[in-house]
C-alpha cells in the first residue's frame, strides 16, 4: 500500500513538474531575423497585409521589405529623419513624416516614387491616416500640433494646437483620432471631421506614454507608458479599464484582431504579450525575449506575424552641450527586423 501511495505521489509530481514545464515555453519564437543594409536609427514600422510588404523607417530613408521572400525592394529616399508611415491603400498613397525636413513626403504606393511634400509643423513624428474622412494627422513632436491634410489633395487643412508633445495615434474609423500626449501623461481626442480636441483624457497611473493601439471593435484604447505600465482606456469616456504590468524602455504598441492581444515592444528587450479575455479582462500571458533596442513594432492582421526592428550598440559618444544624452553607435552591418510567430 505504502509503494502503491509514493507512486501516487510521484506520478502527481512528474504531471506537476509537465504543467510547470509547459508553462515555461513561450508561445512565440523568432522565426526570420530579416538583414536589412545600413546602419541609421529607425522609428516606427508599418505592414501592408495585403500587399505583403513591410515598410520600415531607417535614418534618411523608407526600406520596403517584401514579406514573402523577406528581401527588400525599394528604398523610398531622401525622407530625412523618418518617422512614422502612414497608408492610404484606397488612394494608392503613402505618408511619410520627414521630422528633419518638416515636412510629409507623399509617395505612390505602386511605384514606391515620392511624388510630393507638404510641410507640416517642426519635427512631424507619428502620422495616421483616418480613413472616414479621407484626412491625414501628422503629429507634430516639435510643434505641441498636429498638421490636417487632405489625402486626396494633399492640401494642408490647417493645424491643431495640442497640450504637449504627441506621441503615437490610433483611430476608430469613425472620424474619431486619439494621440497620446507624453509630457501631461494623457490621450487627446480629435474629431476628424471638425478638426476639434473633443477630449483630454488623464492616464494615471500611467506615465509618459508612447505607443498606442486600439481594439475598434471592443472600444478600448492600449497606451504603453514610460513608468512600465500599460494603461486600457474606454475610447467612449477615458475611463480606465485595466492596468498591467509591462518591460522597461518602452515606445511602440499595437493590437492583434484575430487573437485579441495587445502588444508592448520594450526596448530592454522583452515584448509584453496582454491578453483580451473579454472588453473588461486582460491578462499578461508572457513577455518574450526579444533583443535589446527593438523598441517599435507592427503586427500582420492575416499571419499573426510581429516585426520588430533593432540593432547591436556600440559605445555612446561624449556629451557635448548640445548633446547631451547621446546616444550609443550602431555597429555596422547590425541592423536588423525580429520576425516573431505565434507557436500556439
Known amino acids: 500500500m505504502k509503494a502503491f501511495r509514493w507512486i501516487v505521489i510521484v506520478m502527481i509530481l512528474c504531471g506537476a513538474s509537465a504543467i510547470a514545464a509547459q508553462s515555461d515555453v513561450s508561445q512565440y519564437?523568432?522565426?526570420?531575423?530579416?538583414?536589412v543594409e545600413g546602419d541609421g536609427f529607425w522609428d516606427y514600422v508599418t505592414v501592408d497585409a495585403a500587399a505583403g510588404?513591410?515598410?520600415?523607417s531607417h535614418g534618411t530613408v523608407v526600406e520596403v521589405v517584401d514579406l514573402k521572400t523577406l528581401k527588400p525592394v525599394a528604398s523610398i529616399q531622401d525622407t530625412k529623419g523618418v518617422h512614422g508611415i502612414a497608408l492610404a491603400r484606397d488612394l494608392n498613397k503613402g505618408f511619410i513624416t520627414c521630422g528633419r525636413d518638416s515636412c510629409v513626403a507623399i509617395v505612390?504606393?505602386?511605384?514606391?516614387?515620392?511624388?510630393?511634400?507638404?510641410?507640416?509643423?517642426?519635427?512631424?513624428?507619428?502620422?495616421?491616416?483616418?480613413?472616414s474622412s479621407q484626412r491625414v494627422f501628422a503629429f507634430n513632436g516639435g510643434g505641441a500640433s498636429t498638421t490636417v491634410i487632405d489625402a486626396k489633395t494633399n492640401a494642408v487643412l490647417g493645424t491643431i494646437a495640442l497640450d504637449g508633445k504627441?506621441?503615437?495615434?490610433?483611430?476608430?474609423?469613425?472620424?474619431?483620432?486619439?494621440?497620446?500626449?507624453e509630457d501631461k501623461s494623457m490621450v487627446a481626442v480629435i474629431d476628424a471631421r471638425t478638426m476639434k480636441v473633443k477630449a483630454r483624457w488623464p492616464l494615471a497611473p500611467g506615465e509618459e506614454p508612447s505607443g498606442l493601439a486600439m481594439d475598434v471593435a471592443a472600444r478600448r484604447l492600449f497606451a504603453v507608458c514610460n513608468n512600465k505600465t500599460m494603461i486600457v482606456?474606454?475610447?467612449?469616456?477615458?475611463?480606465?479599464?485595466?492596468n498591467l504590468p509591462i518591460g522597461a524602455r518602452v515606445d511602440g504598441a499595437a493590437f492583434d484582431t484575430g487573437l485579441k492581444r495587445a502588444y508592448s515592444s520594450n526596448g530592454e528587450g522583452t515584448m509584453t504579450v496582454v491578453q483580451?479575455?473579454?472588453?473588461?479582462?486582460?491578462?499578461?500571458?508572457?513577455?518574450?525575449?526579444?533583443?535589446?533596442?527593438?523598441?517599435?513594432?507592427?503586427?500582420?492582421?492575416?499571419?499573426?506575424?510581429?516585426?520588430?526592428?533593432t540593432a547591436e550598440f556600440g559605445p555612446a559618444p561624449a556629451p557635448t552641450p548640445e548633446h547631451p544624452r547621446p546616444r550609443p553607435t550602431v555597429v555596422p552591418g547590425s541592423f536588423v527586423v525580429l520576425d516573431l510567430e505565434p507557436v500556439k
Open 276 to 309: 483580451e479575455i473579454d472588453k473588461d479582462t486582460y491578462k499578461v500571458l508572457e513577455n518574450v525575449a526579444t533583443q535589446v533596442g527593438a523598441r517599435t513594432l507592427a503586427v500582420d492582421a492575416m499571419t499573426h506575424h510581429i516585426y520588430l526592428p
Open 233 to 242: 482606456m474606454d475610447a467612449d469616456n477615458g475611463k480606465i479599464v485595466a
Open 53 to 56: 510588404r513591410l515598410y520600415l
Open 108 to 131: 505612390r504606393l505602386d511605384s514606391l516614387k515620392v511624388t510630393a511634400r507638404v510641410p507640416t509643423g517642426r519635427n512631424p513624428d507619428a502620422v495616421l491616416y483616418e480613413p
Open 166 to 181: 504627441p506621441e503615437f495615434s490610433a483611430a476608430d474609423g469613425k472620424g474619431m483620432v486619439y494621440v497620446n500626449i
Open 29 to 35: 519564437r523568432i522565426a526570420n531575423r530579416i538583414h
